[in-house]
């Protein structure tokens, strides 16, 4: 069975940090392209980072660039996401996804090029 767990999300507030992580189980983990597509309310899905062993590249969206930092631990099939100098609007749903990495659209898109899906963990960030 395909599983990609998330975890991480809260409420911070403006300037704070968090770090989500998703662990994937059932698929070949070097086969795709792993990160995370966000959502706030009323707003399109947007791609925010993802990053790839077999093409040894990461990529991010021109919102978080600089901000966002994207990691994994190949051994424990699970990437993260290391968030910094969070700002009200990053507050969103965040969904762990997997796709090919020429599919991924780092900005607004509907994602429906990923494979698998999480369930979303809510990031909130007061300001």
């Known amino acids: 069975e395909v599983q990609l767990q998330a975890s991480g999300g809260g409420l911070v507030q403006a300037g704070g940090s968090l770090r989500l992580s998703c662990t994937a189980s059932?698929?070949?983990?070097?086969?795709?392209?792993i990160g995370w597509y966000r959502q706030a309310p009323g707003k399109e899905r947007e791609g925010v980072s993802c990053?790839?062993?077999?093409?040894?590249?990461?990529e991010y969206a021109y919102s978080v660039k600089g901000r966002f930092t994207i990691s994994s631990d190949n051994a424990k099939n699970t990437v993260y996401l290391q968030m910094n100098s969070l700002k009200p609007e990053d507050t969103a749903v965040y969904y762990c996804?997997?796709?090919?990495?020429?599919?991924?659209?780092?900005?607004?898109?509907?994602?429906?090029?990923?494979?698998?899906w999480g369930k979303g963990t809510q990031v909130t960030v007061s300001s």
């Open positions: 996804a997997a796709g090919e990495y020429r599919l991924w659209v780092l900005g607004p898109d509907s994602g429906s090029r990923m494979d698998y």
């Open positions: 059932g698929f070949t983990f070097d086969d795709y392209a």
């Open positions: 990053i790839s062993r077999t093409y040894n590249a990461t």
